[in-house]
């Protein structure tokens, strides 16, 4: 695979900047960062420029924003992302929320465990097609430079590698999304800062049912981001899951580990902004949250059919719920959306209207699901 071979050239050291503030609450650990990048303001914004900027791809019509976009907490609202020849992916664009808390950064890889490797997979992956700079590298980094803006900006960024290139795209783009932080959903003003009034009662209620042993949904979706793939500045080992949630789906981590009992198995993903970031699954297969509750009401499609699934976890043995529960459950899932976020003029397009960045058809194919 290309984009893993162009790993190998991801050598050297960022250029120092001034000390980033990560402008989080004291509760709350940074997210790691590889020692070979120095965050700084310079550094994220620069990375905040090139992931809405059109011309990382090879047609311009295509950013990383394209897939991800901030009013849908980072996500495309597609089951499965669409690249720049109308090629479907396999996977469900995961949020970018707290991504730099995450040690693996896809669906079912277990390798991929920086957000510096995994931007060569957009980038310049072939199977499938997302951005499609693959053989066409070094037009990409002159079409960067012959902006000023990119010439001040990497200059500002890595002062004694005032270039685009592997290196220094890869830890630009990593720092930005390092810094799409959420904690500010009413849930987190509730329990972290103590205002009783910020849950509404119904939000109480499903809050009290989701951590219930009856649901048992905690176990794989818990912690300050909502999901056991955890790893902090003060880790000192990161914590991973991925799990069969008797989906009856193919591939999965099989694909990596060739462990049969491996197939079906997916990384669990946030629930912060979940409210906002339907369709969901690996694969975008249910459009509501209520149909996510009534899969693992059932234990699984396995179940529900009355089939045996030997596969499935063994925390996904069905539930007994009410219909008002339901509602009290995903009432206590909106509130962990944080609406801050999702506004936030730090994490937008700095782009200007009608700049060559943004200007060009972002127009992606219909959703082929």
Do not use: K
Not at 199 to 224: K, S
Not at 308 to 323: A, N, Y
């Amino acid at each position: 695979m290309r984009a893993v071979a162009l790993a190998a050239a991801l050598s050297g050291a960022a250029g120092a900047g001034l000390a980033y503030d990560w402008a989080i609450p004291d509760w709350l650990p940074p997210p790691p960062v590889p020692g070979d990048v120095v965050m700084s303001d310079a550094l994220v914004d620069l990375g905040r420029n090139l992931f809405y900027d059109q011309r990382l791809s090879a047609d311009g019509t295509m950013s990383c924003a394209s897939c991800h976009e901030q009013a849908r907490a980072f996500t495309d609202g597609r089951a499965v992302s669409v690249g720049i020849t109308g090629q479907a992916g396999g996977f469900n664009a995961p949020t970018l929320a707290n991504v730099g808390y995450l040690p693996t950064l896809t669906w079912a890889n277990p390798m991929v465990d920086s957000l510096e490797f995994h931007a060569l997979i957009p980038l310049f992956g072939e199977d499938p097609v997302e951005m499609g700079n693959a053989g066409q590298e070094q037009a990409l980094f002159a079409r960067l430079m012959e902006d000023a803006v990119y010439q001040d900006a990497f200059a500002a960024a890595f002062p004694d590698r005032p270039q685009a290139d592997l290196f220094t795209i890869t830890r630009a783009l990593g720092a930005f999304q390092r810094s799409l932080i959420s904690v500010g959903s009413p849930y987190d003003q509730f329990v972290y800062g103590g205002d009783r009034s910020a849950m509404t009662d119904a939000a109480v209620r499903g809050m009290d049912l989701f951590f219930d042993h009856r649901t048992e949904c905690y176990h794989c979706h818990l912690g300050l981001n909502f999901t056991n793939n955890l790893v902090t500045a003060r880790s000192s080992m990161p914590e991973t899951g991925f799990h069969n949630t008797g989906l009856g789906a193919e591939g999965g981590t099989i694909e990596f580990t060739l462990n049969p009992r491996d197939r079906g198995r997916f990384r669990t993903p946030t629930l912060r902004n979940i409210a906002v970031t339907a369709p969901y699954m690996h694969d975008g297969r249910f459009q509501t949250l209520e149909q996510v509750i009534r899969h693992y009401a059932a234990g699984g499609e396995a179940a529900r059919l009355g089939q045996p699934d030997p596969l499935r976890d063994p925390l996904i043995i069905g539930f007994q719920i009410t219909e008002a529960e339901i509602a009290d459950l995903i009432a206590f899932l909106e509130s962990l959306t944080d609406e801050d976020f999702l506004t936030d003029p730090a994490f937008a397009n700095p782009w200007p209207e009608g700049h060559p960045a943004t200007s060009r058809d972002a127009t992606l194919p219909e959703d082929p699901s």
